[in-house]
T-cell receptor, first 110, second 115 residues
Framework: SQELEQSPQSLIVQEGKNLTINCTSS?????LYWYKQKYGEGLIFLMM?????EEKSHEKITAKLDEKKQQSSLHITASQPSHAGIYLC??????????FGKGTRLSVIA | NAGVTQTPKFQVLKTGQSMTLQCAQD?????MSWYRQDPGMGLRLIHY???????DQGEVPNGYNVSRSTTEDFPLRLLSAAPSQTSVYFC??????????????FGPGTRLTVL
């Protein structure tokens, strides 16, 4: 079955700094999903990537899928306190249920 | 739209008790699912449904039952609660026809403690 490894497990950055979170798969990805979870709340869908080399942006968050479709990165530019939370990547094999990584906990300090 | 709603928000049970976690969505989504979230384990799928009358098991189904008699509701039943079922439970839904079923809308979660 699909296994997803996220790194780092946790991250503390100063407000205004850029950061990157990685998600690596044990198998070639079909669909790669990024979700954000605010502390104590449910998950919010951010982006989905399917094609090798694909890149999508949502406000100051950019996600990329590498050409081999085994690694994705999530990049946040000029981080703000509103970016704090847990970021989870998930993967499917074409309309199979999502398998999630364990998440990266992001704190943004002033 | 209320989106995905879950009740209760918090629950404490004693070992052996049974209870039902409620989940409802008002977006006419065909796909609904239940996850549990545990520290260090991430989010794991318990059961899912692709439409009324159809359910299937996920990664960790033991100790849980589901049914889907309507499109809107997808309750999760704990038959005989065990401390290992202490967790945060999330319900999610997605439309099947227009987007990937894995672009899901999540409820706010139910925090369950089993003593």
């Amino acid at each position: 079955s699909q296994e997803l490894e996220q790194s780092p497990q946790s991250l503390i950055v100063q407000e205004g700094k850029n950061l990157t979170i990685n998600c690596t798969s044990s198998k070639t990805l079909y669909g790669l999903y990024w979700y954000k979870q605010k502390y104590g709340e449910g998950l919010i869908f951010l982006m989905m990537l399917q094609k090798g080399g694909e890149e999508k942006s949502h406000e100051k968050i950019t996600a990329k899928l590498d050409e081999k479709k085994q690694q994705s990165s999530l990049h946040i530019t000029a981080s703000q306190p509103s970016h704090a939370g847990i970021y989870l990547c998930g993967a499917d094999e074409g309309n199979t249920p999502l398998v999630f990584g364990k998440g990266t906990r992001l704190s943004v300090i002033a | 739209n209320a989106g995905v709603t879950q009740t209760p928000k918090f629950q404490v049970l004693k070992t052996g008790q049974s209870m039902t976690l409620q989940c409802a969505q008002d977006m006419n989504h065909e796909y609904m699912s239940w996850y549990r979230q545990d520290p260090g384990m991430g989010l794991r799928l318990i059961h899912y449904s692709v439409g009324a009358g159809i359910t299937d098991q996920g990664e960790v189904p033991n100790g849980y039952n589901v049914s889907r008699s309507t499109t809107e509701d997808f309750p999760l039943r704990l038959l005989s609660a065990a401390p290992s079922q202490t967790s945060v439970y999330f319900c999610a839904s997605a439309g099947l026809r227009t987007v990937s079923r894995n672009e899901q809308f999540f409820g706010p979660g139910t925090r369950l403690t089993v003593l």
